[in-house]
T-cell receptor, first 115, second 112 residues
Framework: KAGVTQTPRYLIKTRGQQVTLSCSPISGHRSVSWYQQTPGQGLQFLFEYFSETQRNKGNFPGRFSGRQFSNSRSEMNVSTLELGDSALYLC??????????????FGNGTRLTVT | TQLLEQSPQFLSIQEGENLTVYCNSSSVFSSLQWYRQEPGEGPVLLVTVVTGGEVKKLKRLTFQFGDARKDSSLHITAAQPGDTGLYLCAGGLGDSWGKLQFGAGTQVVVTP
């Protein structure tokens, strides 16, 4: 069974630009979550999607947005990039997103560098 | 502000030694998970604990959830170089596990 796939693996952007990251969950998983990982803040929750609806949202500004498609694939978008947005962005999928038998499976992340 | 405090931040030990990593909070969590992350990869789930006082064993790893469901520990017996990695604890903030509160992590290095 293929794992969670994130593309691209690496991305370099300039301040003010926007970026779209993609996540393909494990087949059959309906919940997709996004996290930002930085050395200073660790892993911070961005948002979770379930059946194309945003179910939970973290404390990030509106420049961060996401969506989920009918095949459960998800994208996140960051507009007007700032230097502080440089981070590893991780996507995680699970069958239902809740319950002991529905663990999270993480992808290997997209490393975003903003210059 | 980290709801989950992990200690120590960094641990370097020799192969064969034992180690314990702690995860503490003032909040009560519905569940708590432990992950290990290696460089260039995403976190991999090791265990989930849901009941206060619960103890789970995974080969040489022993996980304990505090009675009040506010803290947890991970004990590794006879550590091996393959145990090297960033150990993260994460607390469930509600019914949805898609939204987890992570600790800052403990970097463990096991040298041969």
């Amino acid at each position: 069974k293929a794992g969670v796939t994130q593309t691209p693996r690496y991305l370099i952007k300039t301040r003010g630009q926007q970026v779209t990251l993609s996540c393909s969950p494990i087949s059959g998983h309906r919940s997709v979550s996004w996290y930002q990982q930085t050395p200073g803040q660790g892993l911070q929750f961005l948002f979770e999607y379930f059946s194309e609806t945003q179910r939970n949202k973290g404390n990030f500004p509106g420049r961060f947005s996401g969506r989920q498609f009918s095949n459960s694939r998800s994208e996140m978008n960051v507009s007007t990039l700032e230097l502080g947005d440089s981070a590893l962005y991780l996507c995680a999928s699970s069958p239902q997103g809740q319950g002991e038998n529905s663990p999270l499976h993480f992808g290997n992340g997209t490393r975003l560098t903003v210059t | 502000t980290q709801l989950l405090e992990q200690s120590p931040q960094f641990l370097s030990i020799q192969e064969g030694e034992n180690l314990t990593v702690y995860c503490n909070s003032s909040s009560v969590f519905s569940s708590l998970q432990w992950y290990r992350q290696e460089p260039g990869e995403g976190p991999v789930l090791l265990v989930t604990v849901v009941t206060g006082g619960e103890v789970k064993k995974l080969k040489r790893l022993t996980f304990q959830f505090g009675d009040a469901r506010k803290d947890s520990s991970l004990h590794i017996t006879a550590a091996q170089p393959g145990d090297t990695g960033l150990y993260l604890c994460a607390g469930g903030l509600g019914d949805s596990w898609g939204k987890l509160q992570f600790g800052a992590g403990t970097q463990v290095v096991v040298t041969p």
